[in-house]
Structure formats: structure tokens, C-alpha cells
RNA sequence: UGGGGCGUCGUCAAGUGGUAAGACACGGGUUUUUGGUACCCGCAUACGGAGGUUCGAAUCCUCCCGCCCCAGCCA
């Protein structure tokens, strides 16, 4: 392995090309980032790709990340969205030590440099209404108008200012603007507002101000405060950089972080957008924020996804500055590979039929060993009760089987993964033609799998013992739209024209081998050929286990056949 | 003919003038008591297009085309 590229593992992307050019140049010796979510909404694997970006720069430079509340908005924010971001946070595996800030710390200094704005005629209180601010701010194309407040002094300015903060004005009544260029092609610069009235109580800072700051102006001042030195952000806020350095240029804060933006993550299938996401929950069109099928941390949680997918996923996918929707078979990937190393393999029956072996004594019961996980020696194996009645998978027998399928039919064998080699005799029907068992005979031979006459049998199926079986809920989901890429909707559609039907099955009847009725609800397991599951933290109990289906098992069969039906 | 960005395989994404990494997906095969896993093979004569500079261009220049963002007292 001489090759350059042998490492893939480590990360590599423009902004960290940045960081090693700034450490290289000694404009930087020490590397500080901020991760600063809006408390008006749950995470979702879009933030978990910030998250990722800027704890995991932290760490590799052992530098290290704040986590800051952007709280400049009372209307929106709330305390619950504070403690369930940090939550979160902490779940992803990202420690943000004794740094956790909100911008609301930071109202005291926000106003002084406000003043001292004001003070170098670099802001002016407005009295214009909100309808006449946008006539004069123009158009794409048309320059902006300067207002008729613009020029008032510097002392006329303070006082207003200051009667602002004191709760004189009503809201709307006034704000205060920056004073920079009505001409601006970026309309950002056309004497943006850098404070309102709101008279909403604050979560933080209950009523002691009735006057807050505007995004463009608390954030970048919030990162000088902190010392942040990269200051990374998405895409939409490029046009704002040149603002972002303006205020920073006239105001005396301590340092000036570097504002880089990139592409924010899309995922295909899914919405990524808080306030519909917000929607769906209010609708209830899912189950809450942490419905296995939200996008957001939680629901990812809850769905059984592990931490180390994530952050693994968020190694895979990237970090640049062109739009990009990433395919959900990533994630899924990701979650596979993590989950096949880890999570011990059991059997469970979803949807069941009942075969009776007719050569096996009625009463007997035999245990049979199990590894736990083949790819993990170290897991040991269990044992599992055989039984003369037991489930298998409806699916698993065909009357009449297409070619290639080398599960059970009539006069077939198959193996029972552990168990024996059994073979199908009868098919018992109901008055409706429905298969409602199956009569099988065993042959004795064949314990724990396999033959003396080392026969070859093609096909493993996984069972349960009936009298033993432990009766469960099982949910499995699907993607929540049926539009890969939800930016993409038709004209005069919005998403509920693409919600998906089948995004979640709810099996009642699911026959599982008894051990899965005592897990821990942290434990993610493996149904053989199934798929990888895990037990609702909500709801599950040993007296009535549910589990939630993280993603199915690879399925080459499932191709084999839709294959073959397009073949016809 | 307002400004700011971006265009490399189906999807992400390296590449920074020296002859197109890698991953997922997809197709084929080997092993297999999970049609799982693992492993092997294949998969861009080509970098939005057209010109140009150069011995040599995805990388530099010119023009063109396409997509995204901005007119909140949201972030």
C-alpha cells in the first residue's frame, strides 16, 4: 500500500483545509468552533451533520466546540427544545464540557455595542412601519430608498434607543438599523434591522428586556465573544458574510472569526425542514417529535439507530459547498454494518404459520444451541426449545414455488437453522383455500443441521417453538414520502400528496423465541433474516414485548423476484 | 446586463496543470446452517457546453448553458 490514498478514514473536506492552512500560517494556534441551534425545534440528522462537523473538527485538533443557544427570538423558543437539543447532543457522543452559552448571555454586551454603533453614526432608530421599511429597501434589481431617519444625531439616536429598551414603544412602533448602504446589491447591506421590540417574556431572561437582537448582528458578536475562530454555517447565510465582517469591523470586539458556509444535508425520501417537520407532529401524522419514522434525533433514537451510524454516516457523506441530496441507502448501510458486528442474532416469526411435525413425540422438548453472532465468537451461544409444533414464516413455504426458491414447498426439504431437516408432507386448508398448516416429517439425522451423509439442503429457514413462543408487537416503517427528492414537488402539491401509506405495519401476531421477551430496551437485536430491531423504549415489556424494526437484513431474494416479475 | 454561490459516474465525493481516488447503489462470482456477513470482479477515454493557452487542462483564460440562495421587525 504505497498509495496516497490509503487513509480514507479521516475526513477530509475544504473547511479543514482551511483550519490546517490557518494553524500552518500561525493565524490560528488554538481552534474553536460553536454548534448554535435555534431552541424553537428538535434536531434532526441535518443538525447531527453540523454537529458532527463542528465537535468532530474540535476533537482532531484538540481544540474544542461550544455549544451556544441562538435564542434571540422569544416568540419562537422555548425551554423544552433547550434540554431535549442537549439531549441529544450528548446521545450523538459530543461532549461540550464547561461551554454551553446562549445569546441571551450575551443581551448585556449586544446592547453596548448597539450604542456604540449609534455612537459612531453607524445606526439609526426607524419610525418608519414595517410595509414602509419594505417599499424602501426596493427590489432585486432597483436600489433601495434612504429613510427619513436616517440622519437623525447621534443624541436623538440614544435617547430613542434607550426609551426602546425601556418599554416606551410599542412593538412595530420602532427598531434600530444599521447604517450602511440603501444601494447595496446585497440587500442584506441595505440598512438591515438590528433590533425590535418584542414585550414577549424571555425563557432565560424572563422581562428584563423588551428589546432583542436580530440575528446577523447577535451571532457574529457571539462568536467574537467566545473567541470562536471558524464560525461554520450553512449555504443561505453566504449573502450575509459580508455583514457578518461589517459589524465585526465596527464594533471593538476581542477577535474575527472566519464565517465559512456549506451545503446542508439532504437526505432522499425525507423532509428536512423544521417547520414542516413541525407540522407533521402537529397533524399528527406521526406520532410526535421521536416517531421512529421523523428524521429528527429522536426518532432515529427511538428507531434503534446507534450514535457511532450517524457519526459515521456523517464521515461518508461529506462536507462541500454544492446542493447534494444523499441517497437513504447510506444511512441504512451504515446501520447495517455497525449493527451486524454488534447485535446478537435471534429468531423471530413475524408473520407465522403453524407446522406440526408428525414424527416428533408429542411432549418432547429439546434445547439446541445458538451462536449469538457469527461475526463475534466472543458472544457465545444460547439455547433454544424445539417442539413438536412450531412457527415459520409465512412466506418462507410456496405451493407452488417459482424457480429459484429453495424455501419449503410440498415434498421439499429444508433445514431449521439449529434444529433439524424437515420435510413438507401436507398442506391443511380452511373452507376459504387458505394454508393454515403445514405437516412436516424430521429426520432424526439431521440435529443441529446438518447430516452424517453430509447432504447438501439449500435452504435455512428460522422457526420458533410454538409452546414456548413468545407472542409480540412488531412495527415496521418505510420511508414517510414516496418523492425521493421533496424539493422537487409537482406544482400546486405540497408533501401530504406524497405521504407514503405503507410507512408503517404494525404485526400483532409475531411469534418470537422467548429470550426476546427479557431484553434490555438499549439491546438491538438481529432476527435472523430478518432484520435489526429493537425494543420501544415507550412500550415494551416482558409481558407484552414490541419492538421497533431499525432496517431490514440485505435482501437478494426480494431482487430475485421483482426481477422475475419484470421478466414476465 | 441586481448580487452571492454551485456544476466530476445513478447518489455522495477526492482532485488545486502531468494524464479521473474512494464510498453507497447497481451487475456478476466465491464462501456460507442468516438468499445475511466476508471476499473477488465489473461499473466516468471522461469532468455542464463551446472555443482558447500549453508538450500536456477537470484544474488557467473567454463566452455560453443549467441549478440553488437573497426583497422577515425569522434563524
New binding site residues.
Given amino acids: 500500500m504505497s498509495?496516497?490514498?490509503q487513509d480514507?478514514t479521516k475526513p477530509?473536506?475544504?473547511i479543514r483545509?482551511i483550519i490546517d492552512k490557518d494553524l500552518e500560517t500561525g493565524k490560528h494556534d488554538y481552534i474553536i468552533t460553536r454548534f448554535?441551534?435555534?431552541p424553537?425545534g428538535y434536531l434532526h440528522i441535518g443538525h447531527a451533520k453540523s454537529i458532527c462537523l463542528n465537535f468532530g473538527i474540535a476533537r482532531d485538533y484538540n481544540g474544542r466546540c461550544h455549544l451556544r443557544f441562538?435564542?434571540?427570538?422569544p416568540?419562537?423558543?422555548e425551554m423544552e427544545y433547550i434540554e431535549s437539543i442537549k439531549q441529544d447532543v450528548k446521545w450523538l457522543g459530543f461532549d461540550w464540557g464547561e461551554h454551553e452559552y446562549h445569546?441571551s448571555d450575551y443581551f448585556d454586551q449586544l446592547y453596548q455595542y448597539a450604542i456604540e454603533l449609534i455612537k459612531k453614526s453607524k445606526a439609526y432608530v426607524?419610525?418608519?412601519?414595517?410595509e414602509?421599511?419594505?417599499q424602501m429597501?426596493?427590489?432585486?434589481?432597483?436600489p433601495g430608498k434612504e429613510s427619513p431617519y436616517r440622519n437623525r444625531t447621534v443624541e436623538e439616536n440614544l435617547d430613542l434607543f434607550e426609551r426602546m429598551r425601556d418599554g416606551e414603544f410599542d412593538?412595530?412602533?420602532?427598531?434600530l438599523r444599521a447604517r450602511i448602504d440603501m444601494a447595496?446589491?446585497?440587500?442584506?447591506m441595505?440598512d438591515?434591522?438590528i433590533y425590535?421590540?418584542?414585550k414577549a417574556p424571555h425563557p432565560r431572561t424572563g422581562k428584563k428586556w423588551s428589546i432583542?437582537?436580530?440575528?446577523?448582528f447577535?451571532?457574529g458578536i457571539s462568536d467574537a465573544i467566545e473567541g470562536i475562530t471558524h464560525s461554520i454555517c450553512?449555504?443561505?447565510?453566504?449573502?450575509?458574510?459580508?455583514l457578518y465582517d461589517w459589524f465585526l469591523d465596527q464594533v471593538s470586539v476581542p477577535c474575527h472569526p472566519q464565517q465559512i458556509?456549506f451545503?446542508r444535508l439532504?437526505l432522499?425520501y425525507t423532509l428536512m425542514s423544521k417547520?414542516k417537520l413541525l407540522q407533521l407532529v402537529r397533524e399528527k401524522i406521526v406520532d410526535g417529535w421521536d416517531d421512529p419514522r421523523m428524521p429528527t434525533v429522536s426518532g432515529l433514537r427511538r428507531r434503534g439507530y446507534t450514535p457511532e451510524s450517524i457519526r459515521d454516516f456523517s464521515d461518508?457523506?461529506?462536507?462541500?459547498?454544492?446542493?447534494?441530496?444523499?441517497?437513504l441507502?447510506?444511512l441504512?448501510?451504515?446501520v447495517?454494518?455497525d449493527l451486524?458486528?454488534r447485535a446478537r442474532?435471534y429468531m423471530g416469526v413475524l408473520d407465522p404459520i403453524k407446522v406440526v411435525i408428525t414424527n416428533y413425540p408429542e411432549d418432547k422438548v429439546e434445547m439446541l444451541k445458538?451462536?449469538n453472532?457469527?461475526?463475534d465468537e466472543s458472544m457465545g451461544t444460547r439455547q433454544v426449545p424445539f417442539s413438536r409444533v412450531i412457527y415459520i414464516e409465512r412466506d418462507?413455504f410456496k405451493e407452488d414455488?417459482p424457480k429459484?426458491?429453495?424455501?419449503l414447498s410440498p415434498g421439499k426439504e429444508v433445514?431449521?437453522?439449529?434444529?433439524y431437516y424437515i420435510t413438507c408432507v401436507e398442506v391443511i386448508k380452511d373452507e376459504e383455500d387458505n394454508i393454515v398448516e403445514l405437516h412436516c416429517t424430521f429426520d432424526p439425522k439431521?440435529?443441529?443441521?446438518?447430516t452424517p451423509d453430509r447432504r447438501?439442503?439449500?435452504?435455512?429457514?428460522?422457526w420458533v417453538s410454538a409452546q414456548h413462543a413468545a407472542e409480540a408487537t412488531v412495527r415496521l416503517y418505510e420511508p414517510l414520502f414516496t418523492l425521493a427528492d421533496l424539493?422537487?414537488m409537482e406544482e400546486d402539491k405540497d408533501f401530504h400528496d406524497y405521504l407514503n401509506p405503507d410507512s408503517l405495519t404494525v404485526l400483532e401476531n409475531c411469534q418470537l423465541e422467548p429470550a426476546l421477551a427479557d431484553l434490555d430496551t438499549s439491546d438491538r437485536v438481529?432476527?435472523?433474516?430478518?432484520g435489526y430491531f429493537v425494543p420501544d423504549h415507550k412500550e415494551y415489556s416482558s409481558e407484552k414485548p414490541v419492538f421497533n424494526r431499525i432496517v431490514t437484513?440485505?435482501?437478494?431474494?426480494?431482487?430475485?423476484e421483482k426481477?422475475m416479475k419484470k421478466g414476465e
Avoid at 429597501?137 to 432597483?142: A, S, V, Y
Avoid at 432583542?212 to 446577523?216: F, N
Avoid at 439431521?446 to 446438518?450: D, E, I, K, L, T
Wanted: some cysteine.
Fill in positions: 498509495d496516497k490514498n480514507n477530509t473536506n475544504f483545509a448554535p441551534p435555534e424553537n441562538d435564542d434571540t427570538n416568540m419562537k423558543e445569546a426607524e419610525h418608519s412601519t414595517q414602509e421599511i419594505r429597501r426596493g427590489t432585486l434589481k432597483e412593538e412595530g412602533e420602532c427598531v447595496s446589491p446585497n440587500l442584506n441595505r438591515p434591522v425590535r421590540i418584542l432583542y437582537p436580530m440575528y446577523d447577535a451571532h450553512t449555504l443561505e447565510f453566504e449573502d450575509h458574510r459580508p458556509e451545503a439532504n432522499s417547520r461518508r457523506i461529506g462536507v462541500a459547498k454544492r446542493d447534494s441530496m444523499v441517497d441507502a447510506l441504512e448501510y451504515c447495517r454494518e451486524n458486528k442474532r445458538a451462536v453472532n457469527p461475526e418462507d414455488p429459484k426458491f429453495f424455501r433445514r431449521l437453522r439449529y434444529a439431521s440435529r443441529g443441521g446438518f447438501r439442503v439449500k435452504g435455512t429457514l428460522h424539493n422537487d438481529q432476527f435472523e433474516r430478518k437484513l440485505r435482501d437478494t431474494w426480494a431482487k430475485i426481477s
